[in-house]
C-alpha cells in the first residue's frame, strides 16, 4: 500500500527536472506494474478507489439545479403534520414496516 501511494505522490508532482505526471498515467503506471512492482490486489483497488474519486469529483463539479422558487413550489398537502412513508423491499424473516422519509434523509 505504501508503495503505491509513493509511487502516485511522486509522479503527481511536478520536479526540477520533469513535468507532474496526468492522473491517468500515473493509474496507467500503477496497473502495468500490478503484479511485478505492485501487489496486483492493491493496485487493482488503488486504481478503482482513484476512479471512482474522480467521477465523485466530476459530480461536484457541475452546477446544481436550479432551486424552485416560492411561486413555482408545488402547493403542499392539507396534512402536512405527518412525513409521507417510504415502502421497503420485503426481506425473508423480516415484518414489512414503511419508514418515515426523514429517517431515510438522515
Same mark, same amino acid.
Given at each position: !500500500?505504501?508503495a503505491i501511494c509513493d509511487a502516485y505522490?511522486? =509522479?503527481?508532482?511536478?520536479?526540477?527536472? %520533469?513535468? $507532474?505526471?496526468?492522473? @491517468?498515467?500515473?493509474? @496507467?503506471?500503477? /496497473?502495468? &506494474?500490478? @503484479?511485478? =512492482? *505492485?501487489?496486483? &490486489? !492493491?493496485?487493482?483497488? *488503488?486504481?478503482?478507489?482513484?476512479?471512482?474519486?474522480?467521477? %465523485?469529483?466530476?459530480?461536484? /463539479?457541475?452546477? $446544481?439545479?436550479?432551486? =424552485?422558487?416560492?411561486?413555482?413550489?408545488?402547493? $403542499?398537502? #392539507?396534512?402536512?403534520?405527518?412525513?409521507? #412513508? !417510504?415502502? =421497503?423491499?420485503?426481506?425473508? &424473516? !423480516? /415484518?414489512?414496516?414503511?419508514?418515515? /422519509? %426523514?429517517?431515510?434523509? #438522515?
Open positions: !500500500v505504501i505522490d511522486a =509522479l503527481r508532482a511536478p520536479k526540477s527536472y %520533469r513535468e $507532474a505526471w496526468t492522473q @491517468g498515467d500515473v493509474l @496507467g503506471h500503477i /496497473t502495468d &506494474g500490478a @503484479g511485478r =512492482l *505492485f501487489d496486483h &490486489g !492493491v493496485a487493482s483497488a *488503488f486504481v478503482a478507489m482513484m476512479r471512482r474519486m474522480d467521477e %465523485r469529483q466530476l459530480l461536484l /463539479t457541475q452546477p $446544481a439545479p436550479p432551486q =424552485l422558487t416560492k411561486a413555482e413550489t408545488p402547493p $403542499a398537502d #392539507e396534512d402536512d403534520s405527518q412525513p409521507p #412513508e !417510504v415502502a =421497503l423491499e420485503q426481506s425473508e &424473516g !423480516v /415484518t414489512r414496516e414503511p419508514v418515515p /422519509t %426523514r429517517a431515510i434523509e #438522515e
